[in-house]
């Protein structure tokens, strides 16, 4: 726990959050500024920065986490889809670091707009790029 982090304060209690789930070593709460509402964050209570860093085995109990707390935020919103979606790092997004999955309610039409995507310039390319990934596995 950090006393900076303001997810650390919401995990511990001494800041207010509107919760809707919570396990030994997790808790989801609604995002105070939603893309939708039921917008909910899933954090871990102990503090960890990314993905990177954690070190607990929440893989379990994240999925189950993950998926109970996402049929609800459907069923509550009456949504038709779901993006579960985790940021690391500033280049990607992360404003809190500490962290936590968005699990966010989406519906037809909604003008949430995706990435824009393109393909590989060759399919030379598409293979040196995996094999670059695959080269600096540390499994
Ligand atoms: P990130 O960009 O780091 O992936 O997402 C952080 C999320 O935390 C944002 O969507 C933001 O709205 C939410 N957030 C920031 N501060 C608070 C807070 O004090 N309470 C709650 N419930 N959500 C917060
Ligand atoms: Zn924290």
């Given at each position: 726990m950090t006393d900076e982090c303001l997810f650390c304060r919401i995990a511990e209690g001494t800041l207010p959050c509107a919760k809707v789930y919570e396990t030994d070593r997790l808790l989801a709460f609604l995002d105070i500024n939603p893309a939708f509402p039921g917008h909910t964050l899933i954090i871990p209570k102990r503090h960890v920065e990314t993905l990177f860093t954690l070190d607990e085995p929440i893989g379990d109990e994240l999925l189950l986490t993950m998926r109970c707390v996402g049929a609800a935020v459907m069923e509550a919103t009456g949504a038709a889809g779901l993006n579960v979606i985790q940021n690391?790092?500033?280049?990607?997004?992360?404003?809190?670091d500490h962290v936590h999955w968005h699990l966010i309610p989406r519906f037809p039409d909604d003008g949430l707009a995706p990435w824009k995507q393109e393909a590989y310039g060759s399919p030379d390319a598409m293979r040196i790029m995996a094999e670059a990934i695959r080269n600096n596995i540390r499994a």
């Amino acid at each position: 726990m950090t006393d900076e982090c303001l997810f650390c304060r919401i995990a511990e209690g001494t800041l207010p959050c509107a919760k809707v789930y919570e396990t030994d070593r997790l808790l989801a709460f609604l995002d105070i500024n939603p893309a939708f509402p039921g917008h909910t964050l899933i954090i871990p209570k102990r503090h960890v920065e990314t993905l990177f860093t954690l070190d607990e085995p929440i893989g379990d109990e994240l999925l189950l986490t993950m998926r109970c707390v996402g049929a609800a935020v459907m069923e509550a919103t009456g949504a038709a889809g779901l993006n579960v979606i985790q940021n690391n790092g500033r280049a990607a997004w992360q404003q809190v670091d500490h962290v936590h999955w968005h699990l966010i309610p989406r519906f037809p039409d909604d003008g949430l707009a995706p990435w824009k995507q393109e393909a590989y310039g060759s399919p030379d390319a598409m293979r040196i790029m995996a094999e670059a990934i695959r080269n600096n596995i540390r499994a």
